[in-house]
Nanobody
Framework: EVQLVESGGGLVQPGGSLRLSCVAS????????MSWVRQAPGKGLEWVST????????YYSESAKGRFTTSRDNAKSSLYLQLTSLKNEDTAMYYC????????RGQGTQVTVST
């Protein structure tokens, strides 16, 4: 059974930073690409980033490009999302997902950007 557990969210001021983590189990993490998606209040799911199984290739949405960085540690079955220069509109529940944004997701971690 695929299990994904996100953590690291919180309340941060505009311009601040956070590092989200996702610990995976129940599947071959090192052979799977992984994605981050988010859902803002009252909106649909939005793809944020995807990283290849080996970590050498990353893709970002236009809103994430230049501000967010996705990385992974296959030895720890862990995925990370470094958020910087946060904006109010980044407020959302953030989920890690196996493979693409359509894959199984964890329970999410809330990021709130506010003064």
């Amino acid at each position: 059974e695929v299990q994904l557990v996100e953590s690291g969210g919180g309340l941060v001021q505009p311009g601040g930073s956070l590092r989200l983590s996702c610990v995976a189990s129940g599947f071959s993490f090192s052979r799977s690409s992984m994605s981050w998606v988010r859902q803002a209040p009252g909106k649909g799911l939005e793809w944020v980033s995807t990283i290849s199984s080996g970590g050498g290739i990353t893709y970002y949405s236009e809103s994430a490009k230049g501000r967010f960085t996705t990385s992974r540690d296959n030895a720890k079955s862990s995925l990370y999302l470094q958020l910087t220069s946060l904006k109010n509109e980044d407020t959302a529940m953030y989920y890690c997902a196996k493979d693409s944004e359509y894959g199984p997701r964890g329970q999410g971690t809330q990021v709130t950007v506010s003064t």
